[in-house]
């Protein structure tokens, strides 16, 4: 029998390989930890000297030969697009209007004017189409930006989501001309989110391009950018089949080219219309609200664009800002043009904002 000293250092003597492999276990952990942040150090010291070989996911996402056509209609609206592309060059002149290449926000993009009415969109909108097609340049999606009739505040931006006309079409695809659903959904989450102005500027009437600081006391009720599921946008067209030419230098509303955009050779399209005694008659009327029905926004273009865009099948979203509306702070007489001319440049201006906050979402 063990006496009671003996029995007593038993647990000690068994304890001590327990404490050595405890101590070896610890020894273990402390070298592992130091490996694992030794090869952090390293795999973040490797990315850091990799990071510009390696684009954000989403740009990456898309192939070199991808472009966004963004689209306007006249000068006035395409100012602030080409100022955010800069410095832009020439691709070609297509139905006498002078194309430019750029990048806004990290995305490639042409830009360009398609001119005033339905024919003028129809046969633009086709023929840079077919020359970024011969050129292997795949386009992503149409984005117009513009301005327009509505039944919404003056000043503010209008996103439908879904296009109609009032031609008879002897083909498909037939109205309505749906909005791609992807762009849509990105749209949405702008709501809230982007700065319109809505102080009225000196009118840039020499089209520059450059807004001035200054603005006048001229203030619309604060804009807001509207996309709500249902609204319709409807174009029509007021020159019963005719093109709207432009001229070289034409100003803010007539020329061939963005304001603030590098001057092309003299382009055009036929100036027959302008012997019409009843052309600017129809040219101003068609500014104000129109016919549209039920409509949220009336143009005179987009639907001719969105009519190619479903026939080829690219994505398309259109903003528009409202230059005829509600809430007219100089609660103007009822007189056709008399709106437009007055808020056309906020209205441009805003429908670019928004354009170019998109572009930056996507």
Excluded at 8 to 18: D, E, F, K, L
Excluded at 110 to 124: C, K, P, R, S, Y
Excluded at 231 to 244: F, N, T
Excluded at 305 to 323: D, M, N
Aim: hydrophobic share 45%; charged share 20%; net charge negative.
């Amino acid at each position: 029998m063990r006496d009671l000293a003996e029995l007593r250092s038993v647990p000690a003597a068994r304890g001590r390989p327990v404490e050595a492999f405890e101590k070896h276990r610890w020894q273990t952990a402390r070298s592992a930890s130091r490996f694992v942040a030794r090869f952090v150090r390293l795999a973040v010291a490797a990315a850091l000297a990799a990071g510009p070989l390696f684009p954000p996911v989403a740009l990456g996402a898309w192939p070199s030969n991808a472009r966004v056509l963004v689209l306007s209609a006249y000068p006035t609206e395409g100012a602030k697009l080409v100022a955010a592309a800069a410095p832009v060059t020439e691709v070609g002149v297509f139905n006498g209007r002078t194309f430019f290449a750029g990048n806004i926000a990290g995305k490639n993009v042409v830009m360009g004017l398609t001119g005033i009415g339905l024919v003028n969109a129809d046969a633009t909108t086709r023929a840079v189409l077919a020359y970024l097609e011969e050129s292997n340049l795949r386009v992503k999606a149409i984005v117009f930006s513009g301005v327009a009739g509505s039944s919404y505040n003056i000043g503010d931006v209008v996103v439908p989501d879904h296009w109609t006309d009032d031609l008879e079409h002897s083909a498909p695809p037939y109205p309505p001309y749906r909005v791609d659903s992807f762009l849509y959904s990105i749209a949405r989450r702008l709501t809230g989110n982007v700065a319109l102005d809505p102080n009225l500027h000196a009118e840039d009437y020499a089209c520059t391009g450059l807004r001035s600081d200054l603005s006048t006391p001229i203030r619309v009720e604060d804009p807001e950018l509207r996309i709500n599921r249902g609204d319709e946008g409807h174009s029509s067209d007021p020159y019963g089949g005719r093109a709207v030419p432009c001229v070289t230098p034409g100003g803010d509303l007539l020329g061939c080219e963005a304001c603030g955009a590098p001057l092309a050779p003299s382009v055009g399209g036929d100036p027959s219309a302008f012997a019409d005694p009843n052309f600017f008659l129809e040219l101003f009327q068609s500014f104000a609200p129109g016919a549209g029905g039920s409509a949220a926004v009336q143009d005179m273009e987009t639907a001719a664009v969105a009519r190619v865009a479903t026939e080829k099948r690219i994505p398309f979203i259109v903003f528009r800002g409202v230059s005829d509306g509600r809430g007219d702070p100089l609660m103007l007489p009822p007189i056709p043009y008399l709106q437009f001319v007055v808020y056309q440049q906020v209205a441009a201006d805003n429908a670019a904002a928004a354009t170019l906050a998109f572009l930056a979402a996507w």
